[in-house]
Protein backbone atom coordinates (compact mmCIF):
# COMPACT_ATOMS: atom_id res chain seq x y z
CA UNK A 1 0.00 0.00 0.00
CA UNK A 2 1.34 3.65 -0.72
CA UNK A 3 -0.15 7.09 0.29
CA UNK A 4 -1.47 9.33 -2.93
CA UNK A 5 -2.52 12.79 -2.58
CA UNK A 6 -5.17 14.10 -5.04
CA UNK A 7 -4.84 17.70 -5.67
CA UNK A 8 -7.12 20.16 -7.84
CA UNK A 9 -5.64 23.05 -9.59
CA UNK A 10 -5.71 25.32 -12.54
CA UNK A 11 -3.11 28.20 -13.77
CA UNK A 12 -4.62 30.61 -10.45
CA UNK A 13 -5.75 27.84 -8.29
CA UNK A 14 -5.00 25.01 -6.22
CA UNK A 15 -6.91 22.64 -3.29
CA UNK A 16 -4.95 20.39 -1.98
CA UNK A 17 -5.67 17.03 -0.46
CA UNK A 18 -4.20 17.49 3.04
CA UNK A 19 -4.70 13.66 4.13
CA UNK A 20 -4.40 11.36 1.19
CA UNK A 21 -5.62 7.83 0.86
CA UNK A 22 -3.94 4.58 0.97
CA UNK A 23 -4.20 2.52 -2.30
CA UNK A 24 -2.40 -0.38 -3.86
CA UNK A 25 -0.38 1.52 -6.97
CA UNK A 26 -0.57 3.59 -9.13
CA UNK A 27 -2.74 2.27 -11.21
CA UNK A 28 -5.60 1.64 -8.70
CA UNK A 29 -4.97 5.41 -7.78
CA UNK A 30 -5.46 6.92 -12.05
CA UNK A 31 -8.74 4.20 -11.59
CA UNK A 32 -9.81 5.83 -8.53
CA UNK A 33 -9.38 8.87 -9.71
CA UNK A 34 -11.19 8.77 -12.94
CA UNK A 35 -13.80 6.60 -11.27
CA UNK A 36 -15.15 9.44 -8.97
CA UNK A 37 -14.96 11.98 -12.20
CA UNK A 38 -16.76 10.14 -13.89
CA UNK A 39 -19.13 9.85 -11.13
CA UNK A 40 -19.52 13.98 -11.07
CA UNK A 41 -19.91 14.12 -14.23
CA UNK A 42 -22.65 11.85 -14.60
CA UNK A 43 -24.20 13.38 -11.39
CA UNK A 44 -24.16 16.82 -13.76
CA UNK A 45 -22.95 17.31 -16.92
CA UNK A 46 -23.53 20.61 -17.19
CA UNK A 47 -21.15 21.17 -14.03
CA UNK A 48 -18.22 20.29 -16.54
CA UNK A 49 -18.42 23.90 -18.03
CA UNK A 50 -16.34 25.25 -15.36
CA UNK A 51 -13.99 22.30 -15.04
CA UNK A 52 -12.05 24.26 -18.04
CA UNK A 53 -8.16 24.53 -17.21
CA UNK A 54 -8.45 22.43 -14.04
CA UNK A 55 -6.72 19.20 -13.35
CA UNK A 56 -6.47 16.58 -11.10
CA UNK A 57 -2.91 15.58 -9.99
CA UNK A 58 -1.95 12.57 -8.23
CA UNK A 59 1.16 12.94 -6.29
CA UNK A 60 3.12 10.19 -3.77
CA UNK A 61 3.70 10.26 -0.56
CA UNK A 62 7.20 12.51 -1.27
CA UNK A 63 4.80 15.03 -3.18
CA UNK A 64 5.89 14.20 -6.88
CA UNK A 65 3.14 14.18 -9.44
CA UNK A 66 2.98 10.99 -10.80
CA UNK A 67 0.03 11.14 -12.93
CA UNK A 68 -2.20 14.33 -14.40
CA UNK A 69 -5.81 14.05 -15.75
CA UNK A 70 -7.20 16.95 -17.52
CA UNK A 71 -10.93 17.09 -16.16
CA UNK A 72 -12.17 19.37 -18.98
CA UNK A 73 -11.41 16.27 -21.59
CA UNK A 74 -11.75 12.98 -19.24
CA UNK A 75 -15.39 12.43 -20.21
CA UNK A 76 -16.67 13.94 -23.21
Known sequence: ????FFHLA??????????GVEISNLED???????QIE????S?????IGW???RLHIADAAG???CSI???QSFR
Open 1 to 4: MARY
Open 10 to 19: DLYDAIPDED
Open 29 to 35: ARTEALT
Open 39 to 42: ELWR
Open 44 to 48: DPSSA
Open 52 to 54: AGW
Open 64 to 66: VVV
Open 70 to 72: RLD
